[in-house]
C-alpha cells in the first residue's frame, strides 16, 4: 500500500514540474521574464560606474547616495568595465 502512495506522489510531482514548465515557456513566449526588477536604471547604473572610475565620489559614497549596498556597487562598476573593454576590443 505505501508503494502505491509513493507512485502517485512522485507521479503527482512530475506533473506539478511539467506545468510549470509550461507555464514558464507560455511566459517567456509572451515576453515575459522572471525575477525582481532592478532598482537602478540603466542611466543611474552609468553614472555610478562613471562617477567611480573618474575617482569623483567613492563606492560608499555613490552607494548611500543611491541606497544600494557596496557589493552592488562594485558589481556596476565591473560590469561597466566590461562593456567598455569589450566595445574597445572591436574598433581597430
Same mark, same amino acid.
Do not use: C, W
Given at each position: ?11 503527482? +510531482?512530475?506533473?506539478? +514540474? ?18 525582481? +526588477? ?18 569623483r565620489k567613492s563606492g560608499?559614497?555613490?552607494? +548611500? ?28
Amino acid at each position: 500500500m505505501m508503494q502505491m502512495v509513493g507512485s502517485f506522489a512522485e507521479f503527482e +510531482r512530475t506533473m506539478i +514540474r511539467e506545468r510549470t514548465a509550461a507555464g514558464l515557456a507560455k511566459a517567456r513566449a509572451e515576453g515575459r521574464i522572471g525575477g525582481r +526588477r532592478r532598482k537602478l536604471d540603466p542611466k543611474k547604473r552609468r553614472e555610478i560606474a562613471e562617477s567611480i572610475l573618474s575617482g569623483r565620489k567613492s563606492g560608499a559614497e555613490m552607494a +548611500r547616495l543611491y541606497d544600494v549596498s557596496e557589493p552592488t556597487v562594485s558589481r556596476i562598476v565591473a560590469e561597466h568595465r566590461q562593456n567598455l573593454e569589450t566595445t574597445h576590443a572591436g574598433q581597430p
